[in-house]
């Protein structure tokens, strides 16, 4: 009787401390795109569409995917790697949204108005960043299959414009590996 007590409270025991046993994984990530820009035309403005699938770019999505439990967007920031034009060419306006992998749903994650490019240059600056877009975003990493579309549009006050841009996005993951 002794015995059946002893290994029913190990039991019960074991089923309360399992779950604080570090089954929990909490990363925080930083997630590098850069993307170069090219604008010839005399109308001043730029699209670009790039697809993104996250299992691919990154491995911990990959190894973790459908156990990923939270992504949480901790910031964003951006700037200028390269950049040939005038030093006082500027984006009259800027805006980055993310869209499914089709490219429906567009929900803006930023814009930006009147920005001096070559100010930009080297010179990681953080985001304000859009609720609605932010929270897609994170969806889109979180879900299988961990793809998304990033759109940026924009018009500069003169061209041609050659610039190389680099978007940070610093997340927090929490996933159960079990």
């Given amino acids: 009787m002794k015995t059946f007590g002893v290994i029913a409270l190990i039991v019960l025991t074991s089923l309360f401390l399992l779950p604080s046993c570090g089954d929990i994984l909490d990363v925080t990530k930083t997630f590098t795109f850069d993307h170069e820009f090219h604008v010839t035309s005399s109308d001043q403005t730029f699209q670009e569409n790039v697809l993104i699938d996250m299992a691919v770019e990154e491995s911990l ?3 973790y995917g459908s156990k990923i439990k939270k992504i949480e967007i901790e910031e964003v920031r951006y700037w ?3 950049q040939l034009g005038p030093e006082n060419q500027q984006y009259s306006e800027v805006i980055l949204n993310v869209a499914n992998d089709d490219g429906s749903d567009i929900k803006n994650i930023f814009s930006l108005q009147n920005v001096v490019l070559s100010d930009l240059l080297n010179n990681p600056t953080f985001l304000q960043m859009n609720a609605q877009g932010v929270q897609k975003l994170s969806e ?3 879900s299988p299959p961990h793809k998304f579309s990033f759109d940026l549009n924009g018009n500069v006050n ?3 414009v050659d610039f190389r841009m680099v978007v940070e996005l610093k997340v ?5 590996p079990l």
Avoid at 172 to 176: G, I, L, R, V
């Fill in 61 to 63: 999505i990959g190894d």
């Fill in 80 to 82: 200028l790697t390269s």
């Fill in 140 to 142: 889109k990493i979180k």
């Fill in 158 to 160: 003169e061209t041609p």
């Fill in 172 to 176: 927090k993951m929490t996933a159960n």
